[in-house]
């Protein structure tokens, strides 16, 4: 199972940076930074994988395949978003985590757009 997987190099990695935050905390931000982007890319096959599925699935739902990619768009810039917020607090950078995340979230709401206009486009024919 992955999961204990990244529970052991969670683990081992927890207690390495809690030593080196002592006398180096600068090198304490990198490391949970580096195991952080490892965790990520070990996922990375398994989100492969979850788009494929997804495709396959839009595919025999006759969904536009522009919605669908604007959708893993969204939350790709959502879990970076997160990911970089989460290392700026693990450097005490609570105000520039903030700015992040506020940046993911505009940048969010501009890919939306063009979804959000077919939804009203659809919901005007109805009517």
Avoid: H, W
């Avoid at 990244?6 to 990198?30: C, M, N, Q």
């Avoid at 096959?45 to 990619?69: C, H, M, N, V, W």
């Avoid at 993911?104 to 939804?119: H, S």
């Amino acid at each position: 199972m992955d999961i204990l997987l990244f529970l052991g190099i969670t683990l081992v990695s927890l207690v390495l940076i809690t030593l080196l935050r002592r006398e180096y905390k600068e090198y304490a931000v990198l490391l949970s930074a580096v195991v952080g982007a490892a965790i990520m890319l070990r996922l990375v096959g398994r989100l492969a994988e979850l788009i494929t599925a997804f495709t396959y699935l839009a595919e025999k739902a006759q969904i536009d395949s522009d919605y669908l990619s604007t959708i893993f768009k969204v939350m790709g810039v959502a879990y970076l978003a997160g990911f970089g917020g989460q290392i700026c607090r693990d450097a005490d950078e609570n105000a520039l985590a903030l700015k992040l995340e506020l940046a993911g979230k505009i940048i969010i709401l501009f890919m939306a757009v063009p979804v959000m206009v077919a939804i009203l486009e659809i919901v005007l024919r109805i009517f």
